[in-house]
């Protein structure tokens, strides 16, 4: 029972893992990428049937000493891009496919959300863990294939 207890904390804090991760690729590039600025070449309006919509905005920005654009998305909410604007990207001088846009105002709660995400999976551990204590009766898995 303790290896799946194991797996079950396991895999509750893989979403934290991954967006640790993905943060720590986000502050590097704006911290020793190079800043550039960025033109908005179109931008796709999302409608979605029982939800909100949102505008994926397609830019793009000629890194320095290259020859050719490179290209980017991002989301945002309707109408605040427009084809044409202006906006600042960073991006890393070795790589730039790899980019970054300034103003993640989410981060903060994002954390504290998977926080409490990772503290349900363990109180769930221990909730189960009681459960099957309290009838002291020992569980096996039989396979219906099998007689």
């Known amino acids: 029972m303790i290896i799946l207890y194991i797996l079950l904390i396991a895999v509750g804090t893989l979403p934290m893992i991954g967006f640790l991760v993905k943060r720590k690729h986000y502050r590097k590039v704006l911290s020793e990428g190079t800043s550039t600025t960025a033109e908005v070449k179109h931008v796709i309006r999302i409608r979605r049937y029982k939800g909100g919509n949102y505008d994926r905005v ?42 970054a846009l300034p103003g993640n105002k989410y981060e903060t709660l994002t954390i504290v959300f998977l926080i409490l995400f990772f503290a349900f999976v363990v109180f769930a551990c221990f909730k189960i863990d009681e459960l099957v204590r309290k009838d002291n009766a020992t569980y096996e898995f039989k396979a219906p294939w099998t007689k």
């Open 58 to 99: 397609v830019f793009w920005y000629l890194p320095n000493g290259a020859n050719q654009y490179r290209e980017g998305q991002l989301t945002t909410k309707p109408g605040k891009y427009r084809g044409g604007n202006t906006l600042e990207v960073y991006y890393l001088p070795g790589q730039p496919e790899k980019y």
